[in-house]
């Protein structure tokens, strides 16, 4: 089993890297811009051959913006079903874009802090990631790739409107900000809900760790904008860097500096529970493996552990995933032998830690 | 902040007025756990479902005078209808076809219907001092709101810079 992917697997990605301002917390800031081009219709009545279209147009673009030479195409509509699925591990494509039809593509820098996908949603979904709280960064690449690709496509743009796009919840700026955290000590003591209560009240989404509609897998969630017409990037960009985001992060870290004092040995308890059951386990599912990570890494941030180093932490909670478990193995697995073979590489990498 | 008048142990955190008909006014405070327990909180997560709301609110929609059944984008050939079906426009053009219920739903799921922030560089230039005004006032509001009149002294005084240049 090769492919055009193998050696993307065996990278961290840009995501997990653990670096950057309040990462311990914040594990990636990742904004994505919705963009469609004038004269072609949204993609539900697109036909295969408008599709194809499309996605010569947006290849034509890039190849003429000097500033996206570097960015790789991958033709998502020509992949199986285990390389689609190790993008969306990657968030280099949504489950959207993996299950679609017809034809689509993904344009990424080799680093992966940046893509385009086509024919999503939309004609182009421009993304940039970085690792830790950096929306500015973020901003600024995102707002260069949109002017880039702009000066070679003509836009979908309404005077009243702003960016014209598909589903009218994402028309305006046709941003999305999603801050993905961490917040294993809040999960444990029952105060998830008053963060879903204070973003709901901002008009804000949490969502599980690959977007829209899915579950929180290791006490990782992302609040992401919901409004997009009538407020400024810079405005949304705002309320994320200056309100949202702190005030989470800071009441994370109260909670385990509560939790620390007032409960040490429970705290004790989740920590070493977690890491006797990922150095033993002989059997184990991602997301029975995500939920211990979860604890160890909150154990490492909180100072009760050190005999394990955070790059080795941050490697594991991306290959454990089914697509990158496959990958790295070299062949397809059931669901019971990837089973076997994740509890086996979590006890391989653990012990020689 | 008091205790728990039913604990006697944790802070109240959970404080009720009850006013019957005949306007007499009873009060109870609550720790989390006695107004659990007494059945005053939903236990249940409480659930948003954007899509429902949104499907529901276009098909209540009834336009003045337009029947909307009737709207069809004369160039991508989607109805009003398949649109409320699927939540998905069929082309930029429709923006125009289905402006007037359209611009309700924007009300409803932005809060506003007119664009702010980033333009097309090539229609950027002639666009941004009114936009920038804009901006400027719906800031200058929220400061009046907040009470911060240092940040809203400033801002009147870009708004007239600007007015005026």
């Given at each position: 089993?090769?492919?055009?992917?193998?050696?993307v697997?065996?990278?961290?990605?840009?995501?997990?890297?653990?670096?950057?301002?309040?990462?311990?917390?914040?594990?990636?800031?990742r904004?994505?811009?919705a963009?469609?081009?004038r004269g072609?219709?949204?993609?539900?009545?697109a036909?295969?051959?408008?599709?194809?279209?499309?996605?010569?147009?947006?290849?034509?673009?890039?190849?003429?913006?000097?500033?996206?030479?570097?960015?790789?195409?991958?033709d998502?509509?020509?992949?199986?079903?285990?390389?689609?699925?190790?993008?969306?591990?990657?968030?280099?494509?949504?489950?959207?874009?993996?299950?679609?039809?017809?034809?689509?593509?993904?344009?990424?820098?080799?680093?992966?802090?940046?893509?385009?996908?086509?024919?999503?949603?939309?004609?182009?979904?421009?993304?940039?990631m970085?690792?830790?709280?950096?929306?500015?960064?973020a901003?600024?690449?995102?707002?260069?790739?949109?002017?880039?690709?702009?000066?070679?496509?003509?836009?979908?743009?309404?005077?009243?409107y702003?960016?014209?796009?598909?589903c009218?919840?994402?028309?305006?700026?046709?941003?999305?900000?999603s801050?993905?955290?961490?917040?294993?000590?809040?999960r444990?003591?029952?105060?998830?809900?008053?963060?879903?209560?204070?973003?709901?009240?901002?008009?804000?989404?949490?969502?599980?760790?690959?977007?829209?509609?899915?579950?929180?897998?290791?006490?990782?969630?992302?609040?992401?904008?919901?409004?997009?017409?009538?407020?400024?990037?810079?405005?949304?960009?705002?309320?994320?860097?200056?309100?949202?985001?702190?005030?989470?992060?800071?009441?994370e870290?109260?909670?385990?500096?509560?939790?620390?004092?007032?409960?040490?040995?429970?705290?004790?308890?989740?920590i070493?529970?977690?890491?006797?059951?990922?150095?033993?386990?002989?059997?184990?599912?991602?997301?029975?493996?995500?939920?211990?990570?979860?604890?160890?890494?909150m154990?490492?941030?909180?100072?009760?552990?050190?005999?394990?180093d955070?790059?080795?932490?941050?490697?594991?909670f991306?290959?454990i995933?089914?697509?990158?478990?496959?990958?790295?193995?070299?062949?397809?697995?059931?669901?019971?032998?990837?089973?076997?073979?994740?509890a086996?590489?979590?006890r391989?990498?653990?012990?020689?830690? | 902040?008091?205790?728990?008048?039913?604990?006697?142990?944790?802070?109240?955190?959970?404080?009720?007025?009850?006013?019957?008909?005949?306007?007499?006014?009873?009060?109870?405070?609550?720790?989390?756990?006695?107004?659990?327990?007494?059945?005053?909180?939903?236990?249940?997560?409480?659930?948003?479902?954007?899509?429902?709301?949104?499907q529901?609110?276009?098909s209540t929609?009834k336009?003045?005078g337009?029947?909307?059944?009737?709207?069809?984008?004369?160039?991508?050939?989607?109805?009003?209808?398949?649109?409320?079906?699927?939540?998905?426009?069929?082309?930029?053009?429709?923006?125009?076809?289905?402006?007037?219920?359209?611009?309700?739903?924007?009300?409803?799921?932005?809060?506003?219907?007119q664009?702010?922030?980033?333009?097309?560089?090539?229609?950027?230039?002639?666009?941004?001092?009114?936009?920038?005004?804009?901006?400027l006032?719906?800031q200058?509001?929220?400061?009046?709101?907040?009470?911060?009149?240092?940040?809203?002294?400033?801002?009147?005084?870009?708004?007239?810079?600007?007015?005026?240049?």
């Amino acid at each position: 089993m090769s492919g055009p992917l193998d050696q993307v697997a065996r990278q961290p990605g840009e995501w997990l890297r653990g670096t950057g301002p309040l990462h311990e917390i914040v594990i990636s800031t990742r904004i994505r811009l919705a963009r469609n081009i004038r004269g072609f219709p949204f993609l539900p009545r697109a036909d295969v051959d408008t599709r194809r279209e499309i996605v010569e147009t947006v290849r034509s673009a890039v190849r003429r913006a000097t500033l996206l030479k570097d960015h790789v195409c991958v033709d998502v509509d020509a992949l199986d079903e285990l390389d689609r699925t190790l993008l969306v591990e990657r968030q280099l494509i949504s489950r959207q874009h993996a299950d679609g039809s017809g034809p689509r593509v993904v344009f990424f820098e080799p680093s992966e802090a940046s893509g385009i996908m086509v024919n999503e949603e939309d004609h182009l979904r421009i993304q940039t990631m970085r690792s830790g709280l950096q929306i500015d960064a973020a901003w600024e690449q995102i707002n260069a790739l949109d002017d880039a690709l702009e000066a070679h496509l003509d836009y979908a743009f309404h005077s009243q409107y702003g960016y014209l796009t598909a589903c009218p919840t994402n028309v305006g700026t046709g941003i999305r900000v999603s801050v993905m955290l961490h917040l294993p000590a809040l999960r444990l003591t029952n105060e998830l809900e008053k963060v879903g209560q204070a973003a709901r009240d901002m008009k804000l989404a949490v969502r599980g760790l690959h977007g829209e509609g899915t579950e929180a897998l290791g006490d990782f969630f992302q609040i992401s904008n919901q409004i997009t017409l009538g407020r400024s990037e810079e405005e949304i960009i705002d309320d994320f860097r200056n309100v949202v985001i702190p005030k989470i992060v800071e009441y994370e870290q109260a909670t385990r500096q509560a939790l620390l004092k007032h409960r040490p040995h429970a705290l004790d308890d989740k920590i070493w529970r977690a890491i006797g059951l990922l150095k033993n386990a002989r059997l184990i599912s991602s997301h029975e493996a995500m939920q211990y990570l979860s604890h160890v890494r909150m154990g490492l941030h909180v100072g009760r552990l050190d005999n394990i180093d955070l790059p080795t932490l941050n490697e594991l909670f991306l290959q454990i995933q089914p697509a990158h478990l496959q990958k790295l193995h070299g062949e397809r697995l059931t669901g019971e032998q990837r089973s076997i073979e994740r509890a086996a590489f979590i006890r391989a990498r653990l012990h020689t830690n | 902040m008091g205790l728990c008048e039913r604990c006697k142990k944790a802070q109240a955190t959970f404080h009720l007025t009850n006013i019957d008909r005949s306007g007499n006014k009873t009060e109870r405070h609550l720790c989390d756990r006695c107004a659990g327990e007494e059945g005053l909180l939903h236990t249940g997560k409480p659930t948003l479902d954007v899509d429902e709301l949104l499907q529901n609110f276009i098909s209540t929609s009834k336009s003045g005078g337009v029947d909307l059944s009737s709207l069809v984008c004369d160039q991508c050939g989607i109805s009003y209808v398949e649109f409320r079906n699927q939540g998905l426009l069929g082309c930029p053009h429709d923006y125009d076809v289905f402006k007037e219920p359209l611009t309700r739903l924007l009300e409803r799921t932005h809060g506003a219907t007119q664009h702010e922030g980033k333009v097309p560089k090539s229609l950027d230039a002639a666009r941004k001092p009114q936009r920038d005004i804009r901006r400027l006032k719906r800031q200058l509001e929220e400061a009046v709101a907040g009470e911060d009149y240092e940040r809203a002294a400033k801002l009147r005084d870009r708004i007239r810079e600007l007015e005026n240049s």
